[in-house]
């Protein structure tokens, strides 16, 4: 019995995808400013949550789509591969500073911001 409760163990671990896919997905905003390096700073809004991954990905491509129609160009918007974040920069006139946020698409067990008491 206890073999078998081994594997069932290891199983569990070694395919994360599955759990994921019955979890809530939480849409991150992180934001971060450099203008002023002395004061730079970065920080998450709350996030907000959607039912499945699908749901959280077409916020992040709806945002992307808005980005890319009315930017300017001091304006850049960097979509991940896996679709599930995306990286929208404006920049200083002088391109030596930037205001930026990222969006990130993550199952409700994982928190971005580290274990509890580093945020």
Same mark, same amino acid.
């Given at each position: 019995?206890?073999?078998?409760?081994?594997?069932?163990?290891?199983?569990?671990?070694?395919?994360?995808?599955?759990?994921?896919?019955?979890?809530?997905?939480?849409?991150?905003?992180?934001?971060?400013? &450099?203008?002023?390096?002395?004061?730079?700073?970065?920080?998450?809004?709350?996030?907000?949550?959607?039912?499945?991954?699908?749901?959280?990905?077409?916020?992040?491509?709806?945002?992307?789509?808005?980005?890319?129609?009315?930017?300017?160009?001091?304006?850049?918007?960097?979509?991940?591969? &896996?679709?599930?974040?995306?990286?929208?920069?404006?920049?200083?006139?002088?391109?030596?500073?930037?205001?930026?946020?990222?969006?990130?698409?993550?199952?409700?067990?994982?928190?971005?911001?580290?274990?509890?008491?580093?945020?």
């Amino acid at each position: 019995m206890k073999i078998a409760a081994k594997l069932v163990a290891l199983a569990l671990v070694l395919a994360p995808s599955s759990a994921w896919a019955e979890c809530a997905w939480m849409l991150w905003q992180e934001e971060q400013d &450099n203008i002023h390096p002395a004061t730079a700073k970065k920080a998450w809004i709350t996030p907000l949550a959607y039912r499945d991954r699908a749901a959280c990905v077409a916020v992040i491509a709806e945002r992307v789509k808005a980005w890319e129609q009315g930017r300017s160009a001091r304006q850049e918007v960097r979509p991940a591969a &896996n679709d599930t974040a995306a990286e929208f920069i404006t920049w200083t006139t002088d391109r030596k500073g930037f205001v930026l946020y990222r969006l990130h698409c993550l199952p409700d067990t994982v928190d971005p911001r580290g274990p509890k008491g580093s945020h």
